[in-house]
């Protein structure tokens, strides 16, 4: 599988600095080339090995240097490189094979490992040596019990709790049973940057919500039988929203509405109740979605970025080189001020360029997800344009 990933241009920028545009890539043969964007010429190639690249990012929570790349090389190594020199910094193994990593947006020291086993938890992550120790283990039972699978009766009042029970308790120090191991099935791991200590795992069929603290799921997004499965999430900064790319090439959008346990529904006696039973449970609603595409054998879609800024627009990229870009848009109606929905409307004070407001205007315009939340959202597609090469 190819990878490629954009240099995050997070520093000063002066004549001894100037900004430039890179993006890294890897290719099925397991070379790295980090490009000059604006020239189109190859800046730096880095090989290891002939095999695959697992995963890359660049290291953007650090000011020692803006050039350091983090790699996942076949089967079980992580390697730190310059991306400027091609130089290797340091190289660490693992014991087991390892598919995609994350690193922790609250703390940067935080990196989880995707092995075929389970998940490693590094917390003494550094670019200037290597972890000093192999992390810690944990384990994740099997999914297949989830909701998406087997769900109760909708006319239980307790469905979706019980729901929920059969897939609680997922993270264990102890090795599970070789039927429940299914992280080989597992799509992708990343850390939530809207909420501290959660992560999710995508499954085809399913999102699962993990609390590092509880050590437990907290939150399923399942798709019945009959709906399309998922390729990828993005996970939002500004609010807990998803962005969800389907095999179909439809996008996703699903906001987060928590609910916890009553007292009531725990117990009306003076006596303590289980913490486990007054855990804040996250149900992400579809909120907006766009048209699917009409897949063949050789039309499929690829991946789906959003903008980094203001997280109101993604682009999906087609397997015939298209690049179709979708602009989410919001509108107001009466249900959207219904205050029972769970989704007040929010508004920035000012907004991003900085413009004031005219004489008419009576309100800024909506230029980011953090201001549509409390409304309607809908896809627009604005327009889509053949890929072009460097």
Not at 120 to 145: C, E, Q, R, W
Not at 361 to 390: A, E, R, W, Y
Request: hydrophobic residues 35%; aromatic residues 8%; contains cysteine.
């Amino acid at each position: 599988m190819e990878r490629v990933k954009w240099s995050r241009e997070n520093y000063h920028h002066n004549l001894n600095s100037p900004y430039s545009l890179r993006l890294a890539s890897a290719d099925a043969a397991g070379k790295i080339i980090v490009w000059d964007v604006v020239s189109g010429m190859a800046h730096c190639e880095i090989q290891e090995h002939t095999k695959p690249i697992q995963d890359m990012d660049w290291l953007w929570a650090q000011d020692a240097s803006r050039d350091l790349l983090l790699a996942v090389h076949p089967p079980n190594y992580i390697v730190l490189w310059n991306g400027d020199t091609g130089t290797k910094l340091w190289k660490k193994s693992y014991a087991e094979n390892i598919l995609s990593f994350s690193f922790d947006p609250f703390e940067p020291s935080n990196l989880a490992l995707l092995t075929s086993e389970g998940i490693v938890f590094i917390t003494d992550f550094s670019h200037s040596k290597p972890p000093g120790s192999g992390g810690k283990k944990v384990y994740i039972a099997s999914p297949h019990s989830s909701p998406a699978h087997s769900k109760p009766a909708p006319v239980q009042p307790t469905g979706a709790k019980k729901a929920l029970n059969k897939v609680k308790v997922l993270i264990t120090n102890e090795k599970p049973t070789a039927e429940a191991v299914t992280l080989n099935d597992c799509l992708q791991l990343s850390y939530l940057p809207s909420k501290r200590n959660h992560m999710l795992l995508l499954y085809s069929r399913e999102i699962l919500i993990l609390d590092l603290e509880l050590s437990q799921t907290v939150g399923v997004v399942a798709i019945e039988r009959s709906g399309v499965p998922f390729i990828q999430v993005i996970p939002c900064a500004q609010r807990d929203a998803l962005y969800c790319l389907h095999e179909n090439g439809c996008v996703t959008l699903r906001v987060c509405r928590s609910t916890t346990s009553s007292p009531d529904e725990t117990g009306k006696t003076g006596s303590v109740t289980d913490p486990e039973q007054s855990v804040q449970e996250l149900v992400y609603d579809l909120r907006s979605q766009c048209d699917a595409i009409r897949v063949t054998k050789t039309v499929r879609p690829y991946r789906v970025v959003i903008c980094p800024v203001n997280e109101n627009s993604t682009a999906l990229v087609v397997s015939d080189g298209r690049v179709m870009l979708w602009e989410l848009k919001a509108h107001a109606s009466k249900s959207s001020s219904n205050l029972s929905s769970g989704f007040p409307p929010l508004y920035s004070s000012v907004n991003f360029c900085g413009t004031p407001l005219g004489q008419n205007q009576k309100c800024i315009p909506d230029l980011s997800l953090n201001t549509m939340i409390g409304k309607n959202v809908i896809f627009k597609h604005t327009k889509h344009s053949p890929l072009t090469g460097f």
